[in-house]
């Protein structure tokens, strides 16, 4: 059986039972739309006890975006329908407007076809 290391258990019990009077909004960058959004008083205290230890990453016009994706893939995939996905995106390297056929992931650059075969001359098909 564990021991309990009572200055973890200290420092828990600091960062998650701060005062309320303690805690202010915070301005957070979206990281779909880059937008900004207020993480209120009210939702850190509801994160706080619900133990959840992060702060939000999406405002709520993407989170629910996201949710909605996931639901329809889910749904896609229970009914055995294959779905295709096309996502609109601006290319990292020359900036035009495209698509691609999966989500990006976060923090990681998209590019369009031309831009990409060019990246990755070995992907070129001869004929």
Request: glycine share 4%; hydrophobic share 35%; proline share 5%.
């Amino acid at each position: 059986m564990s021991q309990i290391n009572f200055d973890d258990l200290k420092e828990f019990n600091q960062k998650t039972f701060v005062n309320e009077s303690e805690l202010q909004d915070i301005n957070i960058s979206c990281i779909d739309c880059s937008e900004d959004f207020v993480w209120t008083v009210g939702e850190q205290i509801f994160f706080r006890d619900k133990g959840l230890q992060n702060p939000p990453k999406r405002c709520k016009v993407c989170k629910q975006a996201k949710n909605e994706r996931i639901a329809s893939i889910a749904a896609a995939q229970a009914s055995g329908v294959k779905q295709k996905i096309e996502v609109s995106v601006f290319c990292a390297k020359c900036a035009s407007y495209t698509t691609v056929p999966f989500y990006p992931s976060q923090g990681r650059p998209v590019y369009c076809r031309s831009c990409f075969l060019e990246m990755n001359p070995n992907l070129i098909e001869t004929e």
